[in-house]
Nanobody, 120 residues
Framework: QVQVVESGGGLVQVGGSLSLSCAAS????????VGWYRQAPGKQRELVAH???????DYGDSAKGRFTISRDNAKTTVYLTMNSLKPEDTGVYYC??????????????WGQGTQVTVSS
C-alpha cells in the first residue's frame, strides 16, 4: 500500500509564506501524479496544484503566480510553496497521490490534511 503524510501547515499572517510537504511511502509502487487540494469551511475541495510523473504542472486559478509545486529527486516528496498568502487561502490542504501498485494496480490515496490559517 501507499501512505501519504502532509506536513508544514500552520498560522501565517497575510502576505506571508508557508511551505507544505507531501511524503509518499510504501513498497512496490510508482507515482503517476501528485496533487495538492484545499477545502475551506463550507466549500468544496478544490485543486491547488498538480504535478505528473513526467513533470507536467497545473495550478488552480487561485494559486497561479503565488504558489509553486515542486518535488525531490526521488519524486516521493512533493512540496507546495505558498507566497503572498491571503485570508481566502485558509483551509485544510490535502495531498493526493495517484500511484500504481505492482500487484494491485492503480490507487488514489489521500493524506490526512494539514490546516493552513492566514490571519489578517
Amino acid at each position: 500500500q501507499v501512505q501519504v503524510v502532509e506536513s508544514g501547515g500552520g498560522l501565517v499572517q497575510v502576505g506571508g509564506s508557508l511551505s507544505l510537504s507531501c511524503a509518499a511511502s510504501g513498497s512496490d509502487f510508482s507515482i503517476n501524479a501528485v496533487g495538492w487540494y484545499r477545502q475551506a469551511p463550507g466549500k468544496q475541495r478544490e485543486l491547488v496544484a498538480h504535478i505528473t510523473s513526467g513533470g507536467t504542472i497545473d495550478y488552480g486559478d487561485s494559486a497561479k503566480g503565488r504558489f509553486t509545486i515542486s518535488r525531490d529527486n526521488a519524486k516521493t516528496t512533493v512540496y507546495l510553496t505558498m507566497n503572498s498568502l491571503k485570508p481566502e487561502d485558509t483551509g485544510v490542504y490535502y495531498c493526493n497521490v495517484d500511484a500504481t501498485l505492482d500487484i494491485m494496480g492503480p490507487v488514489s490515496v489521500w493524506g490526512q490534511g494539514t490546516q493552513v490559517t492566514v490571519s489578517s
